[in-house]
């Protein structure tokens, strides 16, 4: 991987300037298996990561990634190449990869607490930071450093409880995420003069800090909204998900703890551009602590075109279901009801996808999961319904460049099925679970010394200017 076999001046010169980087990358060989902690592995993989990112931008810092187009520009920025985004990929066909495993993968390959049936978050962390799979008791570890931390303070716990329940719960949890913000660890670091070098120190705490109180955060938006007001605590003996699911208050049902893994594992990470992970990124780039940054994508998230999708699609089945008179609507029902939806100048929420041109596989693995556990529920064969008809409809309808499902078209059913059915909250799940993939980027974007963010725009005037001058 660091062959250095050309033996012009200009190679010399750039291989002596790796040689540092080389040289820590040799300590970090022999280190490797002393690890014990996700921090040390992390300082560890730090040195060769960052003499690979030196090597690929010596060889290849000229070399074109792509053009842009004037419709590009216009539309979206769609497809452009100019970020990086080592912790996920996606392919357009086969959708996500978490670090080179595709969901099955890292179903099969992570490790699964006790009892359950589903890997978790931590496990899935672990793999996003270091791009390897960890043992039953790494991944035990991240579990007990998050319910470790997993405490609010009291003038969070205030606020929270003083929003009004009409507030949506996705300003809510921007609001405490942007509050919690008063305890960052990197903004004090900053603040006296710590070295760049060290920056990913400090986001790494934040991260840790701010995934272990996301639960307590969410669910106490859940408890205060749709429910009695009561809250729980944290049992330190149990995983992050399970945790989470007494929280909001299904502790009773096993399944239920299963699905918040699945869920949480699934909505983590989504590569770079999508609107939530580019936004965190972004104003991470400024050196905006982890807080700040996360409670920017978390506002990204709440767009209904993005994460707040899933409580679209819920609502729109449901209102279909009132409409037509009946739960189990007949596919003719159902397609005059898209048809109908189309017409209106609305989209089918939880189809189409600005990357992927097939059925995204986080849709596939909640179809597995309810096909194994609520195959008789209405919902999840009306849900069954639209995939086999709305695909169709919008191939007819001819304007989606991607007629299939997308995450959101199937999360609903499965909240819904164990009691969870308030589709106000489902946006601040997938908030939860987008938690994950974003911080760990953010640590490597620190770690790596990525630069603050600033593409070029330009004006409608200038284009013209370009290509009409004589
Ligand atoms: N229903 C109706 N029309 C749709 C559509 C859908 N589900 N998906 C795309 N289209 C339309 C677009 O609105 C666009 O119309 P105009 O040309 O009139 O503007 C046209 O098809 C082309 O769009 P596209 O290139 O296929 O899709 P985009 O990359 O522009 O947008 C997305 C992607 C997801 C916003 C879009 O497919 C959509 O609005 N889907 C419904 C909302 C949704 O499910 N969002 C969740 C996405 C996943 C997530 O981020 O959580």
Redesign the pocket.
């Known amino acids: 991987m660091f062959a250095l076999r050309s033996t012009t001046a200009a190679s010399v010169r750039s291989a002596s300037k790796l040689a540092p980087a080389l040289a820590a990358l040799a300590r970090f060989k022999s280190t490797s298996s002393s690890a014990t902690s996700l921090k040390q592995r992390v300082e560890q993989l730090i040195p060769e990561k960052n003499a690979e990112v030196k090597e690929v931008k010596q060889k290849y810092g000229d070399r074109v990634l792509g053009e842009t187009t004037v419709n590009m520009a216009y539309?979206?920025m769609?497809g452009i190449k100019g970020m990086i985004w080592d912790t996920s990929l996606l392919d357009a066909d086969e959708g996500i990869r978490f670090r080179g495993l595709s969901i099955p993968e890292v179903q099969q390959q992570l490790p699964k607490p006790k009892g359950a049936t589903e890997t978790t978050p931590e496990a899935l962390f672990w793999l996003l930071l270091t791009g390897e799979i960890p043992t039953a008791a790494q991944a035990q570890s991240i579990t007990d450093e998050l319910n470790s931390r997993a405490s609010l303070p009291q003038f969070v716990i205030d606020l929270i409880d003083r929003c009004p329940s009409t507030l949506h719960p996705m300003s809510q949890l921007s609001l405490a995420v942007n509050a919690l913000q008063h305890d960052s660890q990197f903004a004090k670091a900053y603040h006296a003069g710590i070295n760049r070098k060290d920056y990913w120190d400090p986001v790494f705490e934040d991260s840790l800090d701010l995934l272990a109180k996301l639960p307590l955060v969410a669910s106490r938006i859940y408890r205060n909204v749709f429910k009695d007001g009561k809250h729980g605590s944290v049992d330190a003996s149990v995983d992050y998900s399970q945790n989470f699911a007494n929280l909001l208050g299904f502790a009773e049902n096993a399944e239920f703890a299963d699905l918040m893994r699945l869920y949480l594992v699934i909505h983590s990470d989504?590569e770079g551009g999508?609107?939530s992970a580019h936004t965190t990124h972004l104003v991470g780039s400024a050196l905006s602590d982890p807080y700040l940054s996360f409670a920017a994508g978390l506002n990204g998230l709440a767009g209904?075109?993005?994460?707040l999708?899933?409580q679209?699609?819920l609502r729109w089945i449901i209102k279909m279901q009132e409409e037509i008179g009946t739960d189990t609507p007949t596919e003719d029902q159902i397609r005059e009801y898209c048809w109908a939806?189309?017409n209106s100048g609305?989209?089918?929420?939880?189809?189409?996808?600005?990357v992927l041109r097939k059925t995204d596989p986080r849709y596939m693995a909640q179809r597995e999961f309810a096909q194994k556990n609520l195959p008789e529920d209405n919902l999840f064969k009306t849900v069954s319904a639209l995939y086999k008809i709305v695909p169709g409809v919008?191939t007819e309808?001819g304007?989606?460049?991607?007629p299939w499902p997308?995450?959101?078209?199937h999360s609903g059913v499965l909240l819904r099925h164990y009691g969870l059915v308030e589709q106000d909250f489902y946006t601040v799940l997938?908030g939860v679970s987008r938690a994950f993939g974003v911080l760990s980027q953010l640590i490597w974007d620190r770690a790596l010394g990525f630069s603050i963010e600033r593409p070029k725009s330009l004006t409608t005037e200038s284009i013209r200017a370009m290509f009409e001058k004589k």
């Open positions: 539309g979206g769609r989504h999508n609107v209904p075109l993005h994460g999708a899933n679209e699609v939806t189309l609305r989209v089918v929420p939880g189809y189409g996808h600005a919008l309808h304007k989606t460049k991607n997308n995450v959101d078209a997938f």
